[in-house]
């Protein structure tokens, strides 16, 4: 099946720092979403990227569709503490029908030391 | 503005106990809905999914059943449960009209410990 690759899989910064994360698949995706999770909590959507080389930003994040839509990262710029959390990729292969289903990437956890 | 919820937020079953777990979205119709299971805090195995009442897809064999009654309702059942079904249960849900797929909001989860 589908499989994304999503690194690295646990970071630990200083506050202030910038933090980059990325997917990849040896498949095409036609979306790609990133999406955050506190602890106890469900996922929470970032941002959503439906075109290749698309970039989008969301106050200090930022993600972008890769051009061979293979691939898409997300950065996080000035980092504060409550960016703590497992940070996840998601990609569609298909982009319509009702039968629309996610691929998971595994998660990357940030740690931010104040 | 729509919401979904899930309850009960946390669960402890006895081993060959039964479940019910139940989500409901308010502020859309028809949504398509999806039921994911996590295992020690990463990685989201999708369990279920439903484009419709009574429309059910399972992903892959498993000691659980899904059934949606309501358009609005989407319920994670087991007769029996095992121990390995332990877990963080989330729903979810997203809409497709137009040719668009919207990206999928999650609820709070459930934690289920089986002992």
């Known amino acids: 099946g589908q499989q994304l690759n999503q690194s690295p899989q646990s970071m630990f910064i200083q506050e202030g720092e910038d933090v980059s994360m990325n997917c990849t698949s040896s498949?095409?995706?036609?979306?790609w979403l990133w999406y955050k999770q506190d602890p106890g909590e469900g996922p929470v959507l970032l941002i959503a990227?439906?075109?290749?080389?698309e970039l989008t930003s969301n106050g200090r994040l930022t993600a972008q569709f890769g051009i061979t839509r293979k691939d898409s990262f997300l950065n996080i710029s000035a980092s504060i503490p409550s960016d703590v959390g497992i940070y996840f990729c998601?990609?569609?292969?298909?982009?319509?029908?009702?039968?629309?289903?996610?691929?998971f990437g595994k998660g990357t956890l940030l740690t931010v030391n104040p | 503005s729509q919401t979904i919820h899930q309850w009960p937020a946390t669960l402890v079953q006895p081993v060959g106990s039964p479940l019910s777990l139940e989500c409901t979205v308010e502020?859309?119709?028809?949504?398509?809905l999806y039921w994911y299971r996590q295992a020690a805090g990463r990685g989201l195995q999708l369990l279920f999914y439903s484009v419709g009442i009574g429309q059910i897809s399972s992903e892959v064999p498993q000691n659980l059943s899904a059934s949606r009654p309501q358009d609005r309702q989407f319920i994670l059942s087991s007769k029996k449960l095992l121990l390995s079904d332990s877990g963080f249960y989330l729903c979810?849900?997203?809409?497709?009209?137009?040719?668009?797929?919207?990206?999928?909001?999650f609820g709070n989860g459930t934690r289920l410990t089986v002992t």
């Open positions: 990227l439906y075109k290749a080389g």
């Open positions: 998601a990609g569609c292969k298909h982009s319509g029908g009702s039968n629309y289903k996610l691929t």
């Open positions: 498949s095409i995706f036609n979306t």
């Open positions: 979810a849900w997203g809409f497709y009209v137009n040719s668009y797929n919207s990206p999928l909001h």
């Open positions: 502020g859309t119709s028809n949504p398509n």
